[in-house]
């Protein structure tokens, strides 16, 4: 399922790197951290790092060796959030879910995911506070 949707979004992936610069994580190994952060409802990127760091089950699923490093944390949230803006994660996790309800793999009865994950990834960067305002100063100067 995974490999089906990584090779449709093949000709999307070219759009959202630059040709130049320093080199970017391969986009079919960042979406495959990231679905593993889903599954495995891994609250933070330090700790979807630290998972990729020793768990060997995870570093084959995404395609490290045993011994290659591990990214960065904040190099791995520059290029998810290429990835975001590009449109190209949703449509991969879309992909993955749609191969998944045809196989008869997942179901709507009933499914139970951490939504401070899923709140986090929808207000990258928004800068609406909760309330709904977006004034700073609203009480006046501070002094």
Do not use: C
Request: overall charge negative; charged content about 30%; aromatic content about 10%.
């Amino acid at each position: 399922m995974v490999d089906e949707a990584l090779a449709a979004l093949d000709s999307r992936f070219q759009s959202a790197y630059a040709s130049v610069g320093r080199p970017s994580i391969a986009p079919e190994r960042l979406l495959r951290a990231l679905l593993l952060q889903v599954l495995y409802s891994i609250r933070s990127e330090r700790l979807l790092i630290e998972q990729l760091d020793y768990n060997l089950l995870f570093r084959w699923f995404v395609g490290l060796s045993a011994d290659e490093p591990v990214w960065n944390a904040s190099t791995f949230s520059k290029n998810r959030d290429r990835l975001l803006e590009a449109e190209v994660a949703r449509a991969f996790f879309e992909a993955v879910l749609a191969s998944a309800r045809a196989k008869g793999l997942a179901s709507d009865e009933h499914f139970s995911v951490d939504g401070t994950l899923i709140d986090a990834w929808a207000s990258q960067k928004s800068f609406r506070r909760k309330d709904g305002s977006d004034d700073d100063n609203r009480d006046g100067p501070r002094g």
